[in-house]
């Protein structure tokens, strides 16, 4: 069963400019910001203490690697992409990621000069997906990539429509982690179209989306425990319990990212059946606001 439909364009943008361009091949932006984390504040820099910061820094970890595989399994179906809107789409979708690689990237720098085994974890999921493009075919790679941005779009949607989630961190980390979630939902349908272009199905995504998330939850478990052990931490079942509360008690990721997972699982899901961009657009009005400052340390 081929899904046909495709909505990837915000009702936003496919909006008539005054400059009499429909916005038909127009893409999204790609901001080139650059943010100066604290490297004082690497272990406390949200206010619900060290247990909530390893896990934003936990999920740090994944992007560089993980926005690459992104790019890879997108680019290597450009060729099916005909519509130019979606071409545009595609090409911001990699100037995006790009940029959020290399900011995660000196996000990571600064954890691994905490002690942190930071080049090991990132070789680790590097390998990880070596052996999934081995083992896979490159469209389901790419509905791997499509599962993976429901989970950066949904979570990201959280962190926008939620702002005291991160309203009292350290400013440029509290910057960081909006920009990121602001530009994941401005893309969030990019990689699901092209899998849509490329001929995907819905028994293949489906599939793609419960091994992406048994690996991925694995991962996230398997970083929170060896930062934990280096913060001397790892044995106390107190820890523990405080990681699960972040999960399934306050603020309860896994327990707020329940009905939007399973939304799409739906035969019909697209991305954009929940409508968002007054989220990123709100977001992107205070970029233009900080007048420069966006990602200053304080
Ligand atoms: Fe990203
Ligand atoms: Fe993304």
Request: without cysteine.
């Given at each position: 069963m081929a899904a046909t439909h495709r909505r990837s364009t915000p009702a936003s943008t496919n909006a008539p400019r005054p400059d009499g361009d429909d916005g038909r091949d127009a893409g999204f932006p790609v901001r080139n910001l650059r943010f100066e984390l604290d490297p004082a504040r690497l272990r406390d820099w949200h206010p619900a203490g060290p247990a909530l910061t390893m896990f934003f820094n936990n999920l740090s970890i994944f992007f560089p690697a993980g926005e690459r595989f992104f790019i890879r399994s997108v680019r290597a179906h450009a060729k099916q992409v005909t519509d130019p809107e979606l071409k545009a789409q595609v090409r911001s979708f990699c100037g995006q990621e790009g940029v959020h690689n290399r900011e995660h990237q000196r996000y990571n720098a600064l954890l691994a000069a905490q002690g942190y085994p930071i080049a090991e974890m990132e070789a680790r999921i590097e390998r990880l997906l070596a052996r999934v493009e081995k083992t896979l075919s490159p469209r389901m790679c790419l509905a791997a990539t499509a599962a993976l941005e429901h989970f950066t779009a949904t979570m990201g949607h959280l962190l926008l429509s939620e702002p005291a989630l991160l309203e009292d961190a350290a400013p440029a980390m509290r910057d960081l982690w909006r920009w990121h979630a602001a530009e994941e939902n401005e893309h969030k349908a990019v990689a699901y179209d092209v899998y849509l272009a490329a001929g995907g199905n819905y028994p293949e995504r489906a599939l793609a989306m419960i091994i992406a998330t048994l690996i991925f939850w694995a991962k996230v478990i398997e970083h929170q425990a060896r930062m934990m052990k280096v913060d001397g931490r790892g044995g106390r079942p107190r820890s523990w319990l405080r990681f699960a509360n972040i999960l399934?008690?306050?603020?309860?990721v896994l327990r707020k990212l329940t009905r939007p997972y399973f939304e799409y699982f739906k035969p019909g899901f697209h991305p954009w059946d929940v409508d968002n961009h007054a989220l990123v657009e709100a977001w992107a009005a205070q970029l233009a606001a900080s007048n420069g400052t966006y990602g200053a340390k304080a």
């Open positions: 399934v008690g306050e603020p309860g």
